[in-house]
C-alpha cells in the first residue's frame, strides 16, 4: 500500500510513499520512548530553546510551508503563511510559559509539605486531520514537547510532505532525533499505534467516527485521549445587530480555509426583522470572495482539499434544496479541473435538511430564520456538536450573556468569529469531543498530575 498525495486544483500526483511497515512502526515507537527518557530530563529552558528554534524556522520558510499546504491541500498561499506564522507564535508561547503553567502548586496540609507536581506521560500518539496541516500538529506538539512528552505523528494520507516537513523543522531546531517522528501509515494501522504498549495517550483531530473509534481502542487500552472532532458553529444574528459587522464577521467565519474548518461559521441563526437584509449584505460579501489557484497570493479561497469531498458537499446542498431551502449565491459545480466549489448561501433552512442536521466542510452557508433570541437560541443548541458559536449584538452585556450562560460550546466569540489562540483552551462539548488543547488546560491534559505528600 501507498501513500499518496494529490494537487486538488490540478489533480497532478505529488508524492507517493510507500507505507511503513508493523516492524518499522514499532521501531519507530521504542526510539520515541528512548528520546522521551532522556528529554524527560532536560530543563523547561533547555526544551525551550528548541521550540524558539523551531519558531524562527517555521517564519524563515514560512513561504515554503505555505506553497506546501497550497499544493498538498490547496490551501491559498497567503492563509498557508499565516499559518506557518502561527504555529511559531504557538511555539513561543509555550517556551515562554511552559514553566509557570506547570509549576508546582503548594497545598495547605497538615502534612510537612504538600503539593501538587505536573510529570511527562511519555509517547503521545496523534492522529491529524488535512485541512490545518502544520496548525493542528503543532497546537497538540508544542504544549506536549515542552511539557516532557515525546510525540510519534499519524498525519491524514493527503499530506504526507506536511508530516514530513514537521519533523524536519524540529530536527533542524535541535530536537532528539527520535523525540518526535512521523509514522507513514494507514487509517487500518492507527488500532496498532495505539495498543502500543510504549503509546502512553492519543489525541485525534478529525470526524466524529474517526474520533469514536480512536476512543474505543484506547478506552480498550485504558489509555487518555483528547478529541477534538466536527463542529457545525452557529452564528447568532440578533435584530440590535451591526448588520454590515455581522456580514463581514459572518464571511470570514464561513469561508476560513475555505469552509474546511471545524470551527468555520455553519448556521445562521437570523431573528425575522433584520433576515432580508442580512441576507442581502451576507450575498454580496460571499459572492465579492476571490476564488482561484491557491498558489496566487490574491486567492482568498481555493479548491476543496479532494474531489470526493466537493461531492460530497454539493450531495448535501441538492438535498436541502430538494426539502425546501432556496440557493440565494452558488449552489453549482464549476467546470473546469479543481475540486472547486462556490461560496454558496441557503436560506429557508430547517430541521431535516442536511444544512440543519449535518456539517458542511466547505464554502456553504445556511441561514436559519427564528423569531426571536429565545428560538435563536434554542436553535442553536439544536445539534449534536458543540464546538463554537458566536453572537452578534450591539448590547455587549446581552452577547455576554447568551456566550457565557445560554450556549452550548467550548468557545464562544461576541462580535467576532470564532478562532483558537494558544493562550486560551480550545475544545468542544457533545459530538465536538471531550478534553482541551492550548493554554494551562491543554498542556495539562498529558501531564500525570500527581500528589506528593511529606510527613
Known sequence: MAIESVNPATGEKLETHAQMSAAAVDDTIGKAHEAFLAWRGTSFEQRAQHLREAAKILRAKSDTWGGLMAREMGKPLRDGIAEAKKCAACCEFFADNAARLLAREPVD???????????????????????????????????????????????????????????????????????????????AQVDAAIGHPLVRAVTLTGSGPAGSA???????????TVLELGGSD????????????????????????????????KRFIVVEPVRREFEQRFV???????????????????????????????????QSVQRGARCLLGGQIPEGPGAYYPP????????????????????????????????????????????????????????????????????????????????????????????????????????????????
Open 109 to 187: 496540609t497538615e502534612a510537612r509539605t504538600s503539593f501538587v507536581t505536573f510529570n511527562p506521560l511519555g509517547v503521545v500518539l496523534a492522529v491529524m486531520p488535512w485541512n490545518f496541516p502544520f496548525w493542528q500538529v503543532f497546537r497538540f506538539a508544542a504544549p506536549a514537547l515542552m511539557a516532557g512528552n515525546a510525540a510519534v505523528l499519524k498525519h491524514a494520507s493527503n499530506v504526507p510532505g506536511c508530516a514530513l516537513a514537521i519533523e524536519q523543522i524540529l530536527r533542524e531546531a535541535g530536537m532528539p532525533e527520535h523525540l518526535f517522528r512521523t509514522l507513514l501509515i494507514g487509517n
Open 214 to 224: 480512536v476512543a474505543r481502542k484506547a478506552g480498550e487500552m485504558l489509555k487518555k
Open 234 to 265: 452557529p452564528y447568532l444574528v440578533l435584530e440590535d445587530a451591526d448588520l454590515d459587522l455581522a456580514a463581514s464577521v459572518c464571511t470570514k467565519g464561513r469561508l476560513v480555509n475555505g469552509g474546511q474548518s471545524c470551527i468555520a461559521a
Open 284 to 318: 454580496q460579501k460571499m459572492q465579492a470572495v476571490r476564488q482561484g489557484d491557491p498558489l496566487d497570493m490574491a486567492t482568498e479561497i481555493g479548491p476543496l482539499a479532494r474531489h470526493d469531498l466537493r461531492d460530497a458537499l454539493h450531495r448535501q446542498v441538492e
Open 344 to 455: 454558496t448561501v441557503l436560506t429557508d433552512v430547517a430541521k431535516g435538511m442536511p444544512a440543519y442536521d449535518e456539517e458542511l466542510f466547505g464554502p456553504v452557508a445556511a441561514v436559519i430564520p427564528v423569531r426571536d433570541e429565545a428560538q435563536a437560541i434554542a436553535a442553536a443548541n439544536d445539534s449534536s456538536f458543540g464546538l463554537g458559536a458566536a453572537v452578534l449584538t450591539r448590547d455587549l452585556a446581552r452577547g455576554e450573556r447568551i456566550a457565557a450562560e445560554s450556549l452550548e460550546a467550548g468557545c464562544v466569540f461576541v462580535n467576532d468569529a470564532v478562532r483558537s489562540d494558544p493562550r486560551l483552551p480550545f475544545g468542544g462539548v457533545k459530538d465536538s469531543g471531550y478534553g482541551r488543547e492550548l493554554s494551562g488546560y491543554g498542556i495539562k491534559e498529558f501531564v500525570n498530575i500527581k500528589t506528593v505528600w511529606v510527613a
